[in-house]
T-cell receptor, first 116, second 112 residues
């Protein structure tokens, strides 16, 4: 059973370019989350999506960042006009349908973005 | 805003020793998860606890969820160098919110 797949694992972008990070959830999982881990900081929630819907984007910066989870294909986190402060590890996670007592969330191996 | 305080931040012990990592909050969580993260990799799930007072064991690791579901602990018995890593607790709020709130992590080093 393949885990959460993220690509690319490492991405280098110049300031002002766009970064696109992809995530395929675990088989059978319909919920996708994106988290960011800045250097020397903990993991911070960004956005929660289900197929074709953004459920909670309260942790996403209001500008330059967007996320989608189309009906077909992977979830994509898009960062436009990247700045050095966007350099971080971006983790995708997935979980199955909602359970009454909370859900176990599985993480991918991350995409490391470096802005130069 | 829900916060999870994790302690200690760093822990260096000798092989064979026991240790406990704590995760505390003033908020109630519907579930709490413990992860371990290696450098350059994503968090790997160790356990999920959902019931107040619940105790789960995973080989030499014992996880406990507080009765009030505000705190949790991870106890490792007879630590081994292979236990070295960053241990993270993460709580999930009640209701429809599904985001995890992470603690700042405990960096454990077990010396041979």
């Amino acid at each position: 059973n393949a885990g959460v797949m993220q690509n690319p694992r490492h991405l280098v972008r110049r300031r002002g370019q766009e970064a696109r990070l992809r995530c395929s959830p675990m088989k059978g999982h319909s919920h996708v989350y994106w988290y960011r881990q800045l250097p020397e900081e903990g993991l911070k929630f960004m956005v929660y999506l289900q197929k074709e819907n953004i459920i909670d984007e309260s942790g996403m910066p209001k500008e330059r960042f967007s996320a989608e989870f189309p009906k077909e294909g992977p979830s994509i986190l898009r960062i436009q006009q990247v700045v050095r402060g966007d350099s971080a590890a971006y983790f995708c996670a997935s979980s199955p349908v909602l359970e009454a007592s909370g859900n176990t969330i599985y993480f991918g191996e991350g995409s490391w973005l470096t802005v130069v | 805003t829900q916060l999870l305080e994790q302690s200690p931040q760093f822990l260096s012990i000798q092989e064979g020793e026991n240790l406990t990592v704590y995760c505390n909050s003033s908020s109630v969580f519907s579930s709490l998860q413990w992860y371990r993260q290696e450098p350059g990799e994503g968090p790997v799930l160790l356990v999920t606890v959902v019931t107040g007072g619940e105790v789960k064991k995973l080989k030499r690791l014992t996880f406990q969820f507080g009765d009030a579901r505000k705190d949790s602990s991870l106890h490792i018995t007879a630590a081994q160098p292979g236990d070295t890593g960053l241990y993270l607790c993460a709580g999930q709020a009640s209701g429809s919110a599904r985001q995890l709130t992470f603690g700042s992590g405990t960096q454990l080093t077990v010396l041979p």
